[in-house]
């Protein structure tokens, strides 16, 4: 039988982001609140009020890809198709777009021919990409964050030849039989499960039936952890691992058949902000024992 362990609770700002729970529908966007808080919706508004949009190509743990610049990761969203942006109202809060006054200019690596402008409906100028209008993601806090990337299979971070690198990483992963990383590493809440970057992972409570809870609005602050397999690293079993498949198709690995989750308010390795939000959110051990 397993123990089940406890944790000072974790306190502060990030309990605004804890009403994430099950919803329903397709929505992509996150808390009004989270959004508010973030440079990436702080800096969308600051494009509107001036400067021309600078576009850089930045090093990131997804290789080159396109930030603003300030090193703030970029998205796609597949629903626009190269086109018009589609994405206002509570999806703008989470994704905010791009935003320039003049014409975008293109840094080292990039060539400015690819950029352009769409006009949004309340008349601002936001940039586009090969076509493609551009977002920052609300839950990226500092450069280089990418916890937008593959949310609902529907945002991308994109490289200087315009490839959604998400869904070219997938490609080759599937193609080469590559499993995503699971490791054990040290935190304030002790051992527990961790990505290959030391990035903690979570269950949720609200699980169950071989299904995740997590949809909608959720997602935004709980990205799933996608992959068709998982190679597991020192003091784990593979036999502990599996996948589920979600609404959208994607495969969410598992643990002891709990569904694995990020949480956005994570901004380095041994983070453990998530911790007990909600009273639905929690870290788990090596050997499966959910820490409470």
Do not use: H
């Not at 791009?98 to 200019?105: D, F, N, S, W």
């Not at 979570?202 to 998982?230: H, Q, R």
């Amino acid at each position: 039988m397993r123990t089940t362990l406890t944790a000072v609770p974790i306190l502060g700002l990030a309990v605004l982001l804890a009403a994430c729970g099950s919803g329903a529908g397709k929505s992509y966007a996150a808390p009004a609140s989270a959004a508010a808080a973030t440079p990436a919706a702080t800096e969308a508004s600051s494009m509107a009020a001036g400067a021309a949009a600078a576009i850089a190509l930045a090093d990131t743990g997804l290789g080159k890809v396109l930030t603003d610049g300030k090193g703030m990761t970029l998205y796609v969203f597949k629903p626009d198709n190269a086109g018009d942006s589609t994405c206002y109202d509570k999806c703008a809060a989470a994704w905010p777009p791009v935003l320039t006054e003049g014409a975008p200019t293109a840094g080292s690596g990039l060539a400015p021919g690819d950029f352009g402008t769409t006009t949004r409906k309340d008349g601002a100028t936001q940039v586009t990409f090969k076509g493609w209008p551009l977002y920052l993601f609300a839950g990226d806090a500092a450069a280089g964050d990418t916890k937008g990337q593959g949310l609902k299979d529907v945002w991308y971070v994109v490289d200087a030849t315009g490839a959604m690198v998400g869904t070219a990483a997938a490609a080759a992963s599937a193609a080469t039989g590559a499993g995503v990383a699971v490791n054990v590493g040290s935190t304030s809440l002790g051992d527990i499960v961790v990505d290959g970057k030391g990035m903690t992972l979570y269950m949720f409570t609200a699980d169950a039936g071989g299904k995740s809870a997590c949809v909608g609005d959720c997602l935004a602050n709980w990205p799933p952890l996608i992959g068709e397999t998982a190679t597991p690293g020192t003091g784990l079993d593979a036999e502990d691992f599996g996948t589920i498949t979600r609404d959208d198709g994607a495969k969410q690995i598992t643990f002891y058949k709990m569904p694995l989750y990020y949480f956005a308010g994570d901004k380095s390795a041994g983070d453990v902000a998530g911790q007990g939000l909600g009273g639905k959110w929690y870290v788990i051990k090596a050997d499966g024992t959910v820490v409470k």
